[in-house]
């Protein structure tokens, strides 16, 4: 019904920068919070940021200050800006996104990109 399609990983420095972009196709009627979590190996999946319908953002501690999240909505795209990476950062990253249709609410994961920064 819903298909979410990442890119924008790779392999980086630490102080390099990354973009990440979520795209969603399907049926639904509107798309309201979207989202990114990340998980490191042998580690929780976590939030890292996150931005609604009405554009409020909110992000990890961790990331503060270093990421930004942005969408287009007429694309139903969803975007990470990451600068200053560190090797810490390294995670595979999944977009997370609540979709309407017919006023009935659902939330759907991406399959992941890989971002890998060397020290």
């Known amino acids: 019904q819903v298909q979410l399609v990442e890119s924008g990983g790779g392999l980086v420095q630490a102080g390099g920068s990354l973009r990440l972009s979520c795209a969603a196709s399907g049926r639904f009627s509107r798309i309201d919070d979207m989202s990114w979590y990340r998980q490191a190996p042998g580690k929780q999946r976590e939030l890292a940021a996150g931005?609604?319908?009405?554009?409020?953002?909110y992000y990890a501690d961790s990331v503060k200050g270093r990421f930004t999240i942005s969408r287009d909505s007429e694309k139903s795209t969803v975007f990470l800006q990451m600068n200053s990476l560190e090797p810490e950062d390294t995670a595979v990253y999944y977009c997370y996104v609540q979709v309407v249709s017919l006023s009935v609410a659902g939330n759907y994961w991406g399959q992941g990109t890989q971002v890998t920064v060397s020290s």
């Open positions: 931005t609604t319908r009405g554009g409020s953002t």
